[in-house]
């Protein structure tokens, strides 16, 4: 009989679709509770990321970076569980709370997006000297999984990582945009529409409050926030040019992180649902794509960032037990 930990994924037949398996947990499961050290680390450009830590101290306990997804944070259910998953084995963890998403506006008008590899790089550089005796693994989840993979593309064989794994991945973005514009998914569509009009809200709140004058322009020159429907429509307006690329279609192109899977050279596992409502399956990448240091493992359902199994009185969560589990193994402590 195989461990707990290394059985397969059964999805939970209380859950029938794509949909439930992905809105049960941030509607449904109740929050883990853990006590955490929060650390604020300045960036190189004078913004600020905050950081929260939970598990062991030793300072040479293995420790692993959550990365989160599209208007989530450190406080999302998938991050907090996975936090308490590594605790019980001995590891320490940190989880990111990208640029604005720790509950503070950011100080810029740059914000994150799925390109944000810099961002991780500095973060990372800091983990290395705050812990120089700490193996260095990462875990990405939707956005946050296509940042860590374009980050571990770029650095190639020079990667610090151990190891890393990426979950629910919208490889191509400019393929996910218009998955997410269709069907049912036009309800999430909606709700991050919403959401990340919230975003530059708050920070055009704050420019104008402590008098940013030149910032708080910086965001008006790029137009409304009324009206935005779609994610080409946002990215277009927004994220492209506060970012450097020319237009959607170009950040799409440069940002996607199925561009870079090829040079991967990290032991990297990928966990993607066949029935994911945001990405098609001709999305996902080919076995040419992919480098030999890779495991891709396709599920037929678990949804976005779902992956629910058990029963209706006491649901599990996979990824909190095939991660760490895979991570342990790279590690050599399986």
């Not at 506006?105 to 973060?123: F, I």
């Amino acid at each position: 009989m195989p461990d707990a930990a290394s059985a397969p994924f059964r999805p939970a037949w209380w859950l029938p679709g794509p949909h439930l398996q992905t809105l049960w947990s941030p509607f449904c499961r109740p929050a883990p509770r853990l006590e955490r050290q929060r650390e604020r680390l300045w960036l190189a450009d004078g913004d600020f990321i905050d950081l929260d830590w939970h598990g062991a101290h030793r300072a040479d306990a293995p420790l692993v970076l959550a990365l989160h997804g599209l208007t989530g944070s450190s406080a999302s259910l998938y991050v907090l569980g996975l936090q308490e998953a590594l605790a019980a084995r001995g590891w320490a963890s940190v989880a990111i709370n990208w640029r604005g998403c720790s509950g503070e506006p950011n100080l810029l008008p740059r914000a994150y997006h799925s390109g944000a590899s810099d961002d991780l790089g500095e973060v990372i550089e800091h983990l290395q000297a705050r812990r120089p005796l700490a193996p260095l693994y990462a875990v990405g989840y939707s956005l946050g999984g296509n940042v860590l993979l374009k980050y571990l593309g770029e650095r190639g064989a020079d990667c610090p990582l151990q190891g890393a794994a990426a979950v629910s991945v919208p490889f191509r973005l400019d393929q996910c945009a218009d998955r997410i514009g269709s069907g049912f998914s036009r309800v999430y569509q909606a709700h991050f529409m919403r959401a990340m009009a919230a975003y530059v809200r708050d920070k055009q709140r704050l420019f104008a409050h402590q008098g940013m004058a030149d910032r708080l322009s910086a965001l008006e020159r790029l137009g409304p926030l009324d009206g935005l429907r779609t994610f080409w429509e946002f990215d277009g307006r927004f994220t492209a040019p506060l970012h450097g690329y020319r237009d959607a279609e170009d950040y799409y192109r440069r940002a996607s992180s199925r561009y870079f899977l090829g040079a991967i050279r990290t032991p990297t596992l990928l966990i993607q649902a066949l029935d994911d409502p945001f990405v098609f399956r001709h999305s996902l990448p080919e076995p040419g794509e992919l480098s030999p240091s890779t495991t891709f493992e396709a599920q037929a359902r678990g949804g976005h960032v779902g992956f629910v199994e058990g029963s209706p009185r006491a649901p599990g969560y996979y990824l909190e037990r095939r991660i760490p589990a895979w991570l342990a193994a790279v590690h050599g402590d399986a």
